[in-house]
């Protein structure tokens, strides 16, 4: 079984910072693109940053310039290193591994995390 933990939430002022982190860990054989997401509470759940195996990432355009995202492929983790906050990048994030087997025959999987609270407030 494949889990995905994150942390590095909390409060931070408006115009701070803060580094998330997700781990994967169990029967891994090849991880594809990884993300971040984001739900606020009535909302749906959308797209923050993705990085595929390669690298190349791709971000949402309410936090472009702001935030970046990174991975660290031999430890399977994923980082997003998040600046200047404002009070709407309030929600629970959300991390996701996508196309995640366990062995070269195994069947791609998708899984997401249990969430981190970030709250940006004076």
């Known amino acids: 079984q494949v889990q995905l933990v994150e942390s590095g939430g909390g409060l931070v002022q408006p115009g701070g910072s803060l580094r998330l982190s997700c781990a994967a860990s169990g029967s891994i054989f090849e991880v594809g693109a990884m993300g971040w997401y984001r739900q606020d509470p009535g909302k749906e759940r959308e797209l923050v940053a993705l990085i595929t195996s390669d690298g190349v990432t791709n971000y949402a355009d309410a936090v472009k310039g702001r935030f970046t995202i990174s991975r660290d492929n031999a430890k399977k983790m994923v980082y997003l290193q998040m600046n200047s906050l404002k009070p709407e990048d309030t929600a629970v994030y959300y991390c996701?591994?996508?196309?995640?087997?366990?062995?070269?025959?195994?069947?791609?999987?998708?899984?997401w995390g249990q969430g981190t609270q970030v709250t940006v407030s004076s």
């Open positions: 996701k591994a996508e196309r995640v087997r366990s062995s070269s025959w195994g069947h791609p999987t998708t899984y």
